[in-house]
């Protein structure tokens, strides 16, 4: 038994010797990105302008464009809206239309004023594609809306 402990002990002094020559592993920390070059507001409502144009878009696609569109931290340019809706004109999807004024609506409550800019700016393309706002439908208010709570029964 004794010398097999020898054995192991005599590895394992070896093994630390091994471990204190080798070379520290060192890494070289280097970040190699490419140029980015940061899109103005021209090109980036421009971009949407032309993607809701196409004539080939899908429902999918009109849903994942509107859906980043209102993730941005701006609110869309009415040229971009317009392009939106005649997309959904182009899809026959109503409701998207709807869902859209709704979600540029509920962005604009930063300033009052922006929402009704944006309605003038685009009514005539409403009036054009026969689509009501979502306050004509009685959308802005819930449905079972009442003046005073106590009021309820």
């Known amino acids: 038994m004794f010398p097999s402990v020898v054995r192991a002990l005599s590895r394992g002094v070896v093994a630390v010797g091994r ?3 080798m070379k520290p592993i ?3 920390s280097a970040r190699f990105m490419s140029e980015h070059k940061e899109e103005t507001d021209e090109e980036f409502y ?3 302008e032309s993607f809701f144009n196409r004539s080939d878009i ?3 696609e009109a849903r994942k464009a509107m859906n980043d569109l209102a993730g941005q931290d701006a609110i869309a340019e009415p040229k971009v809206i317009v392009a ?3 997309a959904c004109r182009r899809l026959n999807d109503y409701a998207l239309a709807i869902r859209f004024l709704e979600s540029v609506r509920i962005k604009s ?3 009052k004023s922006i929402y009704p800019y944006i309605l003038q700016e685009i009514s005539p393309c ?3 594609l026969g689509i009501d706002t979502p306050e004509a439908l009685g959308y802005d208010k819930p449905e079972l809306a009442l003046d005073d709570v106590d009021h309820i029964y």
């Open 46 to 48: 421009s971009r949407y």
């Open 84 to 86: 939106a809706l005649k």
């Open 58 to 60: 899908d429902g999918w």
């Open 19 to 21: 471990q204190s020559a």
């Open 109 to 111: 409550e930063i300033d």
């Open 26 to 28: 060192t890494a070289v």
């Open 126 to 128: 409403l009036q054009e």
